[in-house]
């Protein structure tokens, strides 16, 4: 009965160095979002993934930011030659997706807190 | 501006004061939902509204489609519900449009 988790927790990283966070969704849902939340900053999306299909990566800031989701259950966010401005905590959340249709509850995560120096 | 707005950015209560969080979106949304954030960092989600309204203990959250706004309450306040709430709205199926969040800390 295990929510959402996160690893880390924290990761602290040198500019330009890659970082991958990880999340672990509820088992069963189909539906897993990562979202960023800069300091001071409201919560921004970044990406969607529904089962199998297509991501909805409408909303990583640039394309040193990538997602996977392995198996549709595991969400691996990787960003590449990481900068100060990359410095949030980043969310994931997971719902039971398109059987609920927009009406479904997220659950979110604990949040990766990254720090760029 | 923004397409979800939030008020008042910060409010402070006495214990057992009636609370109420303001939002206002401008987009067609599918659905509409009221987040809490503990100092902690969590998130929880309160409610997840497409219509009416919805009571939940001492919390009621309610919209009106037509004027495109969203209330949260807070009945008889409690230091524990000291948090930041905030806004969200779905206009599809993926994305999520958040409000910058109203603080609120409720003293004893």
């Known amino acids: 009965g295990a929510g959402v988790s996160q690893s880390p927790s924290n990761k602290v990283t040198e500019k330009g160095k890659d970082v991958e966070l990880r999340c672990d969704p509820i088992?069963?849902?189909?539906?897993l979002y990562w979202y960023r939340q800069s300091l001071g900053q409201g919560l921004e999306f970044l990406i969607y993934?529904?089962?199998?299909?297509?991501?909805?990566k409408s909303g990583l800031p640039s394309d040193r930011f990538s997602a996977e989701r392995t198996g549709g259950s595991v969400s691996t966010l990787t960003i590449q030659r990481t900068q100060q401005e990359d410095s949030a905590v980043y969310l994931c959340?997971?719902?039971?997706?398109?059987?609920?249709?927009?009406?479904?509850?997220?659950?979110f995560g604990p949040g990766t807190r990254l720090t760029v120096l | 501006k923004n397409e979800v707005e939030q008020s008042p950015q910060n409010l402070t209560a006495q214990e057992g004061e009636f609370i109420t969080i303001n939002c206002s979106y401008s987009?067609?949304?599918?659905?509409l939902h009221w987040l809490q954030q503990h100092p902690g960092g969590g998130i929880v989600s309160l409610f997840m509204?497409?219509?009416g309204k919805k009571k939940h203990g001492r919390l009621i959250a309610t919209i009106n489609i037509q004027e495109k706004h969203s209330s949260l309450h807070i009945t008889a306040s409690h230091p524990r519900d000291s948090a930041v709430y905030i806004c969200?709205?779905?206009?599809?199926?993926?994305?999520?449009?958040f409000g910058a969040g109203t603080r609120l800390t409720v003293k004893p």
């Open positions: 959340a997971s719902s039971l997706g398109l059987a609920g249709g927009a009406y479904n509850e997220q659950f």
């Open positions: 088992s069963g849902h189909t539906a």
């Open positions: 993934f529904q089962g199998n299909s297509a991501p909805d």
């Open positions: 987009v067609g949304i599918s659905a």
């Open positions: 509204l497409s219509s």
């Open positions: 969200a709205v779905k206009p599809g199926h993926n994305d999520m449009r």
